[in-house]
C-alpha cells in the first residue's frame, strides 16, 4: 500500500488550493485519514481528519477555511483550503489507517507535498 499526496502549489493570500491523498495497492477500504503539516522549523502539526464514516474535525487555526472530504470510489481523501494565509505555508502530509486485500490493517504516511502562500 502507497500513499500519494498531490497539488500542492503556490498560490497568493486569500486564494484557494486543494490537495488530494490518495491510496494504491491492495487496499480493501480507507478508513481514518488526517492531514498534517510542517512548516520550516517548526513540529508537524495536526491539520484535518477524517472518519471511514465521514466525521470531520479540524485544528482551531484552519475551521472555518478549510474542508476535508473523501471519495471511497477512488480511495482518495481532499483537503480544500480556502482564505490561504501566509503561516498556511507548509509541507503537508496525509496519514491513513487502511484495510488491506491480504494483510490485514496498514497505516502509515504519504511523502508530503508543498504549499505555499505568498504574494
Known amino acids: 500500500v502507497q500513499l500519494q499526496a498531490s497539488g500542492g502549489g503556490l498560490v497568493q493570500p486569500g486564494g484557494s488550493l486543494s490537495v488530494s491523498c490518495a491510496a494504491f495497492?491492495?487496499?480493501?477500504?480507507?478508513?481514518?485519514v488526517n492531514w498534517y503539516r510542517q512548516a520550516p522549523g517548526q513540529q508537524r502539526e495536526f491539520v484535518a481528519s477524517i472518519t471511514g464514516g465521514g466525521s470531520t474535525h479540524y485544528a482551531d487555526s484552519v475551521e472555518g477555511r478549510f474542508t476535508i472530504s473523501r471519495d471511497n470510489t477512488k480511495n482518495a481523501v481532499y483537503l480544500q483550503m480556502n482564505s490561504l494565509k501566509p503561516e498556511d505555508t507548509a509541507v503537508y502530509y496525509c496519514n491513513a489507517v487502511i484495510n488491506t486485500h491480504s494483510s490485514g490493517i496498514w497505516s502509515g504516511w504519504g511523502q508530503g507535498t508543498l504549499v505555499t502562500v505568498s504574494s
Open positions: 495497492g491492495s487496499v480493501f477500504r480507507v478508513n481514518a
